[in-house]
Structures are given as structure tokens and as C-alpha cells.
């Protein structure tokens, strides 16, 4: 506040062991967060406020957080985002939160949920429907897919929040697409960790969503279905074949923002999933902050950045852990057009074969997403 006097802008700041950063909203809101964690990027912590506020605009509403009428009844009307936000401070499984892009899973029969899904949302009267299992997008309509950030991201992560329920009629704003007017999300659960969502305006009530609807759509494909449910944490498809040197990967379609996370090969090997995901997403923001600045597809990259661009890394890694030879766990990332994929490796993997195997799983990957 003081800088802000002098015409001064400070977004951060360090102490011996905290990293402080804050952003303005719409001249209205502050937020402020304070991370005691050794080398946090601050690129994470602002990604993590533009989350936040996506949250509260999402529940309460943009109108209620530029123009506060009263400060107690906006406070009352915020504890509704507290689950959402606090699912963002926690040590979630999901990672749409950092890379802005929907999680993700690639069911095995994924044309004809896709094509049930495009039937059902025709016969529920909205263009907007999706599958979603333990808070990722197994399947969505075209017009879910074109929503805006940060709801893209936002929707299904809120109905991976919430507790279990047969089915929800939610009031819902979108911070892109509607801040300002409502609409509903309905879910309905198809199998326990498996929700149907859709996003509407008044129209159709939940009750004209009646169990005939459902059963002459879903029933058909109960087998389908079922073998969505164990596709959470393990994003792909089971016996897809990955080098049994990967402990984890991250891939993502810059121009689609979509994502695929998962930390579950080799599950019996060191680390635990809790640090393979703190790995991946740390690494991921040291190589978006330093070495792939530009990501393809955004609307700053102009035509005369070719030249700069030929110089931008197309691969990096990075080993973690003791120096000594043939120990610590190798991280390499690779950009190849609009997908970049990390990995995380095992120590017994040879850092000079490092890019042949990114190279090679990407290009396994690539027809996934």
C-alpha cells in the first residue's frame, strides 16, 4: 500500500524462510499468500490466487466482490468457496490448479461415452455435459470444452470437492463466460466417484432429469462406465504401455488446455506419490518460468518472435537428489508444437538416453490427447 502511493507496484516479497505474494482484483479485493516452503516459485503462488478468485467468483458472483454493499454478509457468502479454496492449499492429486489446464483421464471406450453423451445432452435440452471421476474430465461435449478459464478448470475440480450426493442443483457463476449471472450446475452420480454434470440456464429442473432418462442412455453402458472408476489417479488407460523407468508424467495440450497427471506407475518404487507429485509440479514451474516461456498458441507470440523463438529449449532436465553417479531421480521435460510432456524417472535411468525416452512416450502419448 505504501508503494502503491508513490505510483510504486510490488506483487512479492521474501523473508529468511516465507515467500509473500499479492494481488488486486478489480480494484476491489486483495489477496494475499504467505508459503513457508523452501524455493516456491511465484509463479505457483500467483496461479494459486487467479484461483482463488476464480473460486469466489464462481460461487458469489462478480458483482458481490467489486461492489460490497456490506462486508459481514459478503464474508457469510464466501464460506461457500472455503472448500474449494482450502482443496487448492491441500496436497490435491489434481494439477489444473498450476498449469491452467483441465485434468484429464482417456477412458478405454471413450467413442461411445462420447457419443451417449452427445445423445443425452440433445435429449436434456443443454449443450453443456460432461463425465467426471474423482474431480477429471473423462468425456464432455464441444461446447463444455470451448468454456473459457478459469471455470474450464474450476467446474469439475468443484465437483471433486464437494461430498457425495445422488444429485445437486447448484448455482454456479462463470468468472469468464457470465460473472454476473447465474447459472445451474446439475450432477447427477452415475456410479459412487463417477458424475454426470450439467451446465444450464432455468431449464430443465432436475426432477424432469427422471431415472428413465438416465437408464435408456447410461444402462447400455454400464461396463464402459465401471471401467472409468480406477482411471482417477492413473489418468490412462490400464496395460497402456510406458518404460518401467516412469514414476510419473505430466502432459499437456497447450492449445486445447487439457492435461494428463499421474504419478501411479511403478507404485511399488520410491518416492511415494505425495513427493512424485511435489517433484512434477515444481519442476513444471521452474521449466514454464525459465526455459518454455512461451507457450504455443498464445495470443502474445507474434510473428516476429520467430526469431527468438529458434532459440527457445525444446528439452531440459534436471537430476534431484545425491550427486553421486547413478543415484537421484531424473526430471526431463520435452516440447514438441502444442504438447509438452514431463517425466519423472528413476535413478537407474541413464541421463544420456534421457530425450529418446521423452521423445518416444510422447509420441506413444500423442494420440491420447
Known amino acids: ?37 523452501e524455493g516456491t516459485s511465484e509463479l505457483r503462488l500467483e496461479r494459486l490466487l487467479q484461483m482463488v478468485f476464480g473460486a469466489m467468483v464462481l460461487l458469489v458472483g462478480l458483482e458481490e466482490l467489486t461492489n460490497i454493499r456490506n462486508v459481514e454478509r459478503l464474508k457469510k457468502e464466501l464460506r461457500a468457496s472455503y472448500r474449494l479454496i482450502d482443496s487448492f492449499l491441500g496436497d490435491s492429486e489434481l494439477i489444473g490448479d498450476l498449469t491452467q489446464c483441465v485434468d484429464c483421464v482417456v477412458p478405454p471406450e471413450g467413442s461411445l461415452l462420447q457419443e451417449a453423451l452427445s445423445g443425452f445432452a440433445e435429449a436434456a435440452g443443454t449443450a453443456f455435459v460432461s463425465l467426471v471421476v474423482s474431480g477429471r474430465v473423462v468425456a464432455a461435449t464441444e461446447s463444455w470444452w470451448r468454456l473459457g478459464m478459469p471455470e474450464a478448470v474450476l467446474l469439475p475440480w468443484l465437483v471433486g470437492s464437494l461430498p457425495p450426493q445422488a444429485a445437486r442443483d447448484y448455482p454456479v457463476y462463470l468468472p469468464h463466460g457470465s460473472p454476473t449471472v447465474p447459472h445451474r450446475l446439475l450432477t447427477l452420480t452415475l456410479l459412487p466417484g463417477l458424475e454426470l454434470c450439467l451446465l444450464c440456464g432455468p431449464r430443465p429442473p432436475l426432477g424432469q432429469l427422471d431415472p428413465q432418462l438416465l437408464e435408456r442412455w447410461w444402462l447400455p453402458l454400464l461396463d464402459p462406465l465401471r471401467a472409468c472408476l480406477p482411471l482417477g489417479p492413473r489418468a490412462l488407460p490400464a496395460g497402456f504401455p510406458l518404460h518401467t523407468d516412469i514414476l510419473g508424467l505430466l502432459l499437456l495440450h497447450l492449445e486445447l488446455k487439457r492435461c494428463l497427471f499421474t504419478v501411479e506407475p511403478s507404485g511399488d518404487k520410491e518416492p511415494s506419490p505425495e513427493q512424485r507429485r511435489r517433484l512434477l509440479r515444481s519442476f513444471y514451474t521452474l521449466v514454464t518460468a525459465t526455459h518454455f516461456p512461451t507457450e504455443p498458441g498464445q495470443p502474445e507470440e507474434k510473428a516476429e518472435d520467430t526469431a527468438h523463438r529458434a532459440q527457445v529449449p525444446r528439452a531440459c532436465y534436471l537430476v534431484s537428489g545425491p550427486e553421486e553417479p547413478g543415484t537421484g531421480w531424473r526430471l526431463v521435460a520435452l516440447q514438441l508444437g502444442p504438447r509438452r510432456l514431463l517425466l519423472l524417472l528413476s535413478s537407474q535411468s541413464p541421463t544420456h538416453g534421457l530425450r529418446v525416452l521423452a521423445t518416444h512416450t510422447l509420441h506413444a502419448l500423442t494420440p491420447l490427447l
Open 1 to 37: 500500500m505504501f508503494g502503491q502511493n508513490l505510483e510504486v507496484q510490488l506483487s512479492s516479497a521474501r523473508t529468511e524462510d516465507t515467500t509473500v505474494v499479492w494481488k488486486s482484483f478489480h480494484d476491489s479485493i486483495t489477496l494475499i499468500v504467505l508459503s513457508p516452503e
